[in-house]
Nanobody
Framework: QVPLVESGGGSVQSGGSLRLSCSASGYIDKNYCMGWFRQAPGKEREAVARLDRFGGTNYLDSVKGRFTIQRDGAKNTLYLQMNSLKPEDTAMYYC???????????????????????WGQGTQVTVSS
């Protein structure tokens, strides 16, 4: 069973909005640290937003005020609302999850790629100027 499945990517013009969804398998519950990452061609994968089990969030500086990470516990789904999109937001976006006992010494809001145990297949976001 695929642990995470992203959807919602697409092509938009600069200034537009998209909402990405990440449907999680049943064992990935509210205690998991959740995150959204992105990777543009020729660049390293970077953390865009993280959400801890207490509702705390952390964002990449360049998306602060434009992106919002949210979790719907009833649907076991993670979202990334992206507003005021810019061409530099163009990338493949990935959902990630880490159980509480995975690298427990690393705080959720500071986790990087190696600190997440489960990944989705990615969804492409393309922003044109």
């Amino acid at each position: 069973q695929v642990p995470l499945v992203e959807s919602g990517g697409g092509s938009v013009q600069s200034g537009g909005s998209l909402r990405l969804s990440c449907s999680a398998s049943g064992y990935i519950d509210k205690n998991y640290c959740m995150g959204w990452f992105r990777q543009a061609p020729g660049k390293e994968r970077e953390a865009v937003a993280r959400l801890d089990r207490f509702g705390g969030t952390n964002y990449l500086d360049s998306v602060k005020g434009r992106f919002t990470i949210q979790r719907d516990g009833a649907k076991n789904t993670l979202y990334l609302q992206m507003n005021s999109l810019k061409p530099e937001d163009t990338a493949m976006y990935y959902c990630a999850a880490a159980p509480p006992n995975y690298r427990p010494t690393v705080g959720c809001l500071g986790r990087l790629q190696p600190d997440f145990a489960y990944w989705g297949q990615g969804t492409q976001v393309t922003v044109s100027s």
